[in-house]
C-alpha cells in the first residue's frame, strides 16, 4: 500500500521503507472499549501477540517510527473496536469520544463543538487530508461512514509538525484499501429504535469490494444510513438542534474509492477519491405558535408535521487524494501529495431578533481546500535520521445566508420557509500556507533517543469587502518547535519528556466583517501559538497494558464570542494541565477489565488578574470510562460505562456532567456476524454538552433556553449483521 506525508499506512512486503513504520499500537492503549489495547478484534488474540512490535500507525511522527522511538501519547482505534461501538448504536464522533482518552466525550447531534482534545482544537485528517477549515464549522466527523474507515490513530497534544489546528492533538482516519486477490465482499446491515415511535428508526446498509493482484489493488465501498426521530429518556421528542443542526431525519451516503499501483520495486502510487452527502430528509419541525401575536414570542414551540424550506441542514464533501512514494529516491525515502477538498455546509432556519418578532435566515458555507506536500526520509548514520520537507495549501471560503419571508414564517408558526433573498453572509477570503520543517532523531544510547524540530510556516490571508468594510491583506509568521527525550528500561517501561508548539488562526470569518472598527488593515486578527510539555509513561508487559502522561498547555491569547458570536481575541493568558491515561487488564479465560480517565482544568488570566476557571462555553470536562469484556473468539460481550465530570467556571455557570451504560453482544456464525447493542441501557434523561453550553450562547439573545437545550438520546437497541466473502 501507498504513503502520504500525514498517512504512512503499512506497506507490502517488497516496499517496506529502511525503518520499519510504526508508531504506538502495541504501546498504544486505545480502548475499543475505552481502553482496551489496540490490537485487533479479539482482547484474548491481543494478549497472546502484544509481546509483538509489528503493528503500524502513522501519526506521531511524520516518518516511520518504531514504536520504541516516539515519546508521545499514541492511541489506535482499529476496525474491530470502532465496529463494536458502532454496532452497539454510537457515530463516530460518540465512539471516538468513548475510546480516547483526552478527547471529550461527543456532543451528539452534527456538530462536534467542543469536542477538544486535552481542552484545545484537534486537527482531523482523512488519509492524511485535513478536514479543518479556518472557519470553524465543527463538522469533521460529519466526513465519512465507520464502515469504510481501517482505524483511526490518534496523537494527544500540541503538534508542531502538522502546522495550524493541531494545538490539542491530530486525528488521522485511515480508509480501508484493496489487498491483492479476491474480489473480496463485504455487506453490513443494521437497525436502530427505541421502540418509541413508528418513526423511531436509524437504519443502515453497506457494501464494499476489494481485490486486485500484486500489481494493482483497489477498493470501493459505498454506505448508506437514514435515520428516523429521536427521543430522550423520558421517552419524549428531542428538539431539533436548531443551532447547529442534529442528525434527525437525516440521510447520508458516503462513497469511498482507491486505487493502489506498485509501479515499481520501490515506487508506489495511490489514487483515492471520496464523494460524501449528509442531508436531512424529514418534514418534521419546530412550530412556534406565538409569531404573529400581538407580542410576538419564541415561547411554547412543538415539534410538528408539515416542516418545509428552501434551504435544508446537509454536509456535501468531496475529496481525491494522490499519493506517490519512492523508496529510494538519492538514497531516500520520497513522499509526495496532491490533495484536493471541496465542502459545502448548510444550516436551516434560524430566529433572529428583528423589529416586530423574529426572521428566519439559514447560512450556506463553502470551502474549497487544494494542497501539496512533500517530504524526504534519511539516515545520516546508524543512530542518527532526519526527515525534512515543505508543504503548501490553499484555501477558499465564502458564505451566503438565504432569508425567509417573514409573513409566511409568521402565519405558519415557522414551518414553512419560503426564500425572498440570498445575501453574503460573511467576507470571502483566501488563504495560503507554505511551511518548512525539519526534524533529527539521534539514538544517543541503547536506552536514549532524543529528537528535536523545528517548522517555519507563512500564511497569507486575503480578505474580500464585506457590507461596504474594505477587505486587506495580512501576514502571519510562525517559527514551530519541538524536542523530546526517551527512555526505555528495557523491561517493557518507557518513560517521555516531550516539548512541543502549536499554531491556530481564530475564525477569519466571524472577526472580520461584523464592523467597519475591526478592518484588516487597522484591526488585523490575532494568530494564537501554543506552547505544552508533557511528561509520559507506558507499559507492556505480563497481562497489563497501560499508557498515561501528565501535560500543561498555554498560550498568551485566548478565543472568545460577542453576544452576536462573533469572534474576539483576547490578549488573555490561557492554560490547560491536566492527566490522560488508559489502563486494562487481561486474564486468561478470555474476560479483561479496564477505564480510561481524564482529568482537565482549563483556565484564563488578563494581564492585571490572576487565574481563573475559564468560560464555560468553552471548558472542556473531565471524563472516565470503565468497561468488562469476554470473548472466546466467536462470541463477546461487553459492559461499558461512560461519565462526564460536572464543571463550573468563574462566573457560576455549570454544565451538569452524566453517566450512562453500554452493551455489547456479538456472535460468529457461519452466515455472518450478529451483533446486538444497547446505549444508555438505564434510560438516562440528560441534557448534552452542547445542549448546555447552546443556552449559554444563545439564550436569552436569540430565544428562550429550552430551543437550545439539546437532549441526549434514550435507551436504544441496535441489531447488526455483517458478512465478509
Known amino acids: 500500500m501507498f504513503y502520504s506525508l500525514f498517512t504512512v499506512v503499512s506497506p507490502s512486503p517488497q516496499l517496506a521503507p529502511h525503518k520499519p513504520l510504526a508508531i504506538a499500537i502495541r504501546w498504544a492503549l486505545c ?40 515519546p508521545g501519547t499514541v492511541w489506535m482505534v482499529d476496525d474491530a473496536q470502532l465496529q463494536e461501538q458502532i454496532e452497539s448504536g454510537a457515530d ?123 500489481r494493482v489493488q483497489g477498493y ?41 499501483v506498485n509501479l515499481a520495486a520501490d515506487q508506489t502510487l495511490e489514487l483515492g477519491a471520496q464523494i460524501y452527502r449528509s442531508r436531512f430528509e424529514g418534514d418534521r419541525g419546530v412550530y412556534f405558535p406565538n409569531l404573529d401575536a400581538a407580542t410576538p414570542n419564541l415561547d411554547d414551540a412543538k415539534i410538528r408535521d408539515g416542516y418545509q424550506s428552501d434551504r435544508d441542514p446537509a454536509t456535501d464533501r468531496h475529496m481525491v487524494n494522490l499519493q506517490y512514494h519512492h523508496a529510494d529516491l538519492l538514497g531516500q525515502n520520497f513522499y509526495l501529495q496532491a490533495f484536493h477538498r471541496e465542502e459545502e455546509a448548510s444550516f436551516q432556519a434560524f430566529p433572529y431578533p428583528v423589529s416586530g418578532g423574529s426572521e428566519f435566515r439559514a447560512s450556506k458555507q463553502n470551502t474549497k481546500l487544494s494542497g501539496l506536500k512533500a517530504l524526504f526520509d534519511v539516515e545520516l548514520t546508524g543512530s542518527v535520521s532526519l526527515t525534512y520537507g515543505t508543504d503548501y495549501d490553499r484555501e477558499r471560503f465564502d458564505a451566503n445566508q438565504m432569508i425567509f419571508d417573514k409573513s409566511d414564517s409568521d402565519a405558519t408558526g415557522g414551518l414553512v420557509q419560503d426564500a425572498v433573498n440570498v445575501v453574503p453572509r460573511y467576507p470571502d477570503y483566501r488563504v495560503d500556507t507554505l511551511a518548512a520543517f525539519a526534524q533529527g532523531d539521534w539514538q544517543a544510547t541503547e536506552n536514549l533517543a532524543l529528537s528535536a524540530g523545528v517548522r517555519r510556516q507563512h500564511t497569507d490571508v486575503e480578505v474580500g469587502d464585506f457590507n461596504a468594510i474594505p477587505g486587506g491583506e495580512n501576514d502571519y509568521d510562525a517559527t514551530l518547535l519541538n524536542a523530546s527525550a526517551l527512555y526505555d528500561f528495557g523491561n517493557g517501561h518507557q518513560n517521555w519528556l516531550r516539548y512541543s508548539q502549536g499554531f491556530e488562526l481564530p475564525d477569519p470569518a466571524k472577526y472580520y466583517g461584523k464592523s467597519a472598527e475591526v478592518s484588516v488593515a487597522e484591526n488585523p486578527l490575532s494568530a494564537i501559538e501554543t506552547d505544552q510539555i508533557e511528561l509520559g509513561w507506558r507499559y507492556q508487559g505480563g497481562d497489563w497494558m497501560t499508557q498515561a502522561a501528565l501535560y500543561y498547555a498555554w498560550s498568551d491569547k485566548a478565543v472568545e464570542n460577542a453576544q452576536d458570536l462573533s469572534v474576539t481575541v483576547v490578549d488573555d493568558k490561557k492554560r490547560d494541565y491536566g492527566l490522560e491515561g488508559a489502563v486494562t487488564r487481561y ?31 468553552y471548558a472542556s470536562l473531565s471524563s472516565a470510562t470503565a468497561f468488562i469484556g469476554w470473548t472466546d ?74 430551543l437550545y437545550d439539546y437532549q441526549g438520546r434514550g435507551r436504544t437497541y441496535n441489531v447488526t449483521w455483517s458478512l465478509a466473502y
Open 587 to 617: 486474564f486468561d479465560n478470555g474476560f479483561e477489565v479496564g477505564g480510561t480517565l481524564h482529568l482537565v482544568r482549563s483556565e484564563q488570566k488578563a494581564n492585571t488578574g490572576s487565574w481563573k476557571k475559564r468560560d464555560a462555553r
Open 92 to 214: 463516530l464522533k460518540t465512539a471516538l469520544g468513548k475510546l480516547v482518552p483526552g478527547l471529550d466525550l461527543a456532543p451528539q447531534g452534527r456538530t462536534n463543538y467542543g469536542q477538544n482534545l486535552r481542552g484545545r482544537s484537534v486537527q482531523v485528517l482523512i488519509d492524511g487530508v485535513s478536514l479543518n477549515s479556518s472557519r470553524g464549522l465543527s463538522r469533521q466527523f460529519d466526513s465519512i461512514d465507520p464502515f469504510n474507515i481501517e482505524r483511526v490513530e490518534v496523537l494527544s497534544g500540541a503538534s508542531s509538525l502538522y502546522g495550524g489546528g493541531a494545538t490539542g492533538g491530530i486525528i488521522n482516519i485511515i480508509t480501508r484499501k484493496g489487498d491483492a486477490g479476491g474480489p473480496a465482499w463485504r455487506t453490513e446491515v443494521g437497525l436502530t429504535t427505541s421502540f418509541n415511535a413508528s418513526d423511531d428508526f436509524n437504519k443502515r446498509i453497506a457494501q464494499s469490494v476489494s481485490g486486485g493482484n500484486e
Open 220 to 260: 470501493l465501498g459505498v454506505a448508506l444510513r437514514d435515520n428516523g426521530r429521536h427521543y430522550d429518556g423520558n421517552g419524549d421528542e428531542i428538539f431539533p438542534d436548531i443551532a447547529q443542526t442534529d442528525l434527525q431525519d437525516n440521510r447520508s451516503i458516503d462513497v469511498l474509492g482507491n486505487l493502489n
Open 31 to 70: 480502548a475499543s472499549a475505552a481502553g482496551s489495547f489496540a490490537l485487533g478484534a479479539s482482547p484474548v488474540l491481543a494478549q497472546e501477540e502484544k509481546g509483538e512490535n509489528d503493528t503500524m500507525v502513522v501519526v506521531g511522527s511524520r516518518t516511520p517510527t518504531q514504536i520504541n522511538q516516539i
Open 633 to 706: 473468539y466467536v462470541r463477546s460481550a461487553r459492559l461499558q460505562a461512560n461519565h462526564a465530570f460536572d464543571l463550573e467556571d468563574a462566573a457560576d455557570r455549570e454544565i451538569d456532567g452524566y453517566t450512562t451504560l453500554d452493551l455489547a453482544l456479538s456472535k460468529q456464525t457461519d452466515v455472518g456476524k450478529f451483533s446486538l447493542g444497547v446505549q444508555n441501557l438505564l434510560d438516562e434523561s440528560y441534557s448534552t454538552v452542547w445542549g448546555q453550553r447552546a443556552t449559554m450562547f444563545y439564550s436569552p439573545y436569540y430565544g428562550p433556553e429550552y
